[in-house]
């Protein structure tokens, strides 16, 4: 079993829609949540943070955390075409190891 | 405002090659990574430094070598390229603490192909 669970996709919705992301984790060492977004042939740039579990939204995102669950979400609302990315979960507990998903590829048709 | 650079952005490699890919940032971050990112696999990390002379190994580490001799600078070596070693390979920095969350500011990759 990875560490990390990200369904690859691809995901197709049209522009308008709500988007929901998710990853699945088996380590409960977890504290630190992010969610990280990568336009193609470019780097990954941070969407979003939290730590342990609750919500937190920022604009047309909001990014949950079940930590009894293991299980992480992200949402974008009023999706636009420029959402168009990979988008890559993130998570650590209190060393330096981070562990990525494999990312889920999402296309928002005008 | 530069960031994180990486060259080169694209390189072939013959099996049994080395190369050098190098990773400058001049946001004065103390740490820094390597990250190798494989179709379907996410981003694995290969080595990274938590400041000038000092580095450690991560996740995947085998077949590449690295060094930091300044804070801006932290160059990843392949000795003997293989196939396996084909990938998108990403630098990053950051000036939060390893036991925090903080931002990971990324390069926009090296895509190495070994044949």
């Known amino acids: 079993q990875k560490e990390v669970e990200q369904d690859p996709g691809p995901l197709s919705v049209p522009e308008g829609a709500i988007v929901s992301l998710n990853c699945t984790y088996s380590n409960s060492a977890f504290q630190y949540f992010m969610w990280y977004r990568q336009y193609s042939r470019k780097g990954p740039e941070l969407l979003m943070y939290?730590?342990?579990?609750g919500n937190k939204e920022d604009g047309r995102f909001t990014a949950q955390v079940d930590k009894s669950s293991k299980y992480i979400s992200l949402f974008i609302r009023d999706s636009q075409p420029s959402d168009s990315a990979t988008y890559l979960c993130?998570?650590?507990?209190?060393?330096?190891?981070?562990?990525f998903g494999a990312g889920t590829r999402l296309t928002v048709k005008p | 405002n530069a960031g994180v650079t990486q060259t080169p952005k694209f390189r072939i490699l013959k099996i049994g090659q080395s190369m050098t890919l190098q990773c400058a940032q001049d946001?004065?971050?103390?740490?820094m990574y390597w990250y190798r990112q494989d179709p379907g696999m996410g981003l694995k990390l290969i080595y990274y430094s938590v400041g000038a002379g000092i580095t450690d190994k991560g996740e995947v580490p085998n077949g590449y070598n690295v060094s930091r001799s300044t804070t801006e600078d932290f160059p990843l070596r392949l000795e003997l390229a293989a196939p396996s070693q084909t990938s998108v390979y990403f630098c990053?920095?950051?000036?939060?603490?390893?036991?925090?969350?903080?931002?990971?500011?990324f390069g926009e990759g090296s895509r190495l192909t070994v044949l």
């Open positions: 993130a998570m650590k507990g209190g060393n330096n190891d981070m562990r």
């Open positions: 946001m004065n971050h103390n740490y």
């Open positions: 990053a920095s950051t000036q939060t603490a390893p036991g925090r969350a903080g931002e990971l500011f």
């Open positions: 939290t730590y342990s579990s």
